[in-house]
């Protein structure tokens, strides 16, 4: 910057002005316009780095939310003061490619979320019960988050902490290279169990992060056989049922999917072509909704649907495979109907041996 604390030193030194101004008048005014490139080029990149215009866009479309308003603008003050002036003096500049986020600042708060982890796993060599780590990570992202105090508010309020937590899980997925999954695959995977607390979905960015991964990598293996829309359509918005405690009728599953019951004690789990016993209540170390949308998975790769149109014996072989070897390594989800995926494994081997004898 301090070529720019005295501007006649560019008429003098300045060999672009010299070899293509043809007046003194044609030098000023180049020295003013790249004064004003040089210093648009740093705001633009500095607003696109945090996350400024996008989330801005949004906050246009929501006027009347006073608090996203002030987020937008205390990120905005607090970080001006540290803009990287480095960046006037580089020729190319690398630009994030994650759009659609809700929150400034999104993208270093999920870099915080990231050194969090670090000191998690540190922890996690001292023999830490999981709770406690739990606690612990939640307590260092308070204290770390770039969100200083506001992120008491965003933990406070429904709407901005669905903007919060849409916005890493945006960041989760690039990170993880999940790229087949559309991000509203994932939010209802991961958002529509109303019944998980914000500690619960912070630990999938916090703590079970890998089997996060891992998870979706499942579904986005799965792709190749069954459409993103249908199981969104079919699945996830019908297997999850909530009955109130008036509604005492019996629950008969009349699908080729499983059904969650949500009463207001517990979660049953109705196999098809069932009904609801006291025999089915559900216990999941993990989010019910994530353990029957994977038993779901299941049922849907092996169903003859699937299967009619499938044209390559060895895709459907390797993407079985792929599956059943991925659910066998999670840590929280047993998926009880892993088994009939294993034995259509064994058949199709079976069927394949013959037809190549």
Not at 71 to 82: A, E, G, P, Q, R
Not at 84 to 101: A, G, K, R, W, Y
Request: proline share 2%; glycine share 2%.
């Amino acid at each position: 910057l301090n070529r720019f604390f005295d501007w006649r030193q560019d008429l003098l030194t300045n060999g672009i002005l010299i070899g293509t101004c043809r007046s003194f008048n044609d030098a000023l005014q180049s020295i003013i316009s790249i004064y004003y490139e040089n210093y648009l080029l740093l705001l633009f990149y500095h607003f696109e780095k945090y996350s400024f215009i996008d989330s801005f866009l949004f906050m246009s479309k929501n006027k009347n939310n006073h608090l996203l308003n002030k987020i937008w603008f205390d990120c905005l003050i607090s970080t001006i003061k540290n803009i990287d002036l480095t960046i006037m003096n580089v020729d190319v500049i690398e630009m994030p490619l994650i759009f659609n986020l809700h929150l400034p600042c999104a993208i270093k708060e999920y870099e915080i979320i990231r050194l969090i982890r670090q000191i998690i796993i540190q922890r996690r060599n001292d023999n830490i019960n999981e709770e406690d780590l739990m606690n612990l990570a939640i307590k260092q992202l308070r204290t770390k988050s770039i969100y200083d105090s506001n992120i008491d508010i965003i933990f406070n309020d429904n709407d901005l902490f669905r903007y919060y937590y849409n916005d890493q899980l945006l960041l989760a997925q690039d990170e993880a290279k999940i790229y087949q999954l559309s991000s509203l695959f994932i939010k209802c995977l991961l958002m529509t169990n109303q019944t998980r607390s914000i500690n619960d979905r912070l630990r999938h960015l916090l703590i079970d992060y890998n089997e996060l991964f891992e998870i979706l990598r499942l579904f986005e293996i799965s792709i190749k056989l069954i459409d993103e829309n249908d199981f969104i359509n079919e699945i996830f918005n019908q297997q999850l049922i909530i009955l109130d405690e008036s509604d005492m009728k019996i629950i008969k599953n009349e699908s080729l999917f499983y059904k969650l019951v949500l009463t207001d004690e517990h979660f049953c789990l109705i196999p098809p072509k069932s009904e609801i016993s006291n025999e089915h209540i559900f216990q999941c170390e993990g989010d019910p909704f994530i353990e029957i949308s994977l038993m779901n998975l299941i049922e849907l790769l092996v169903s003859p649907s699937i299967i009619d149109r499938i044209d390559n014996i060895e895709q459907l072989t390797t993407t079985y495979s792929l599956v059943a070897q991925g659910i066998l390594g999670l840590t929280h989800y047993s998926v009880n109907n892993l088994e009939k995926l294993r034995s259509f494994i064994s058949l199709i081997r079976c069927i394949t041996t013959l037809i190549s004898t």
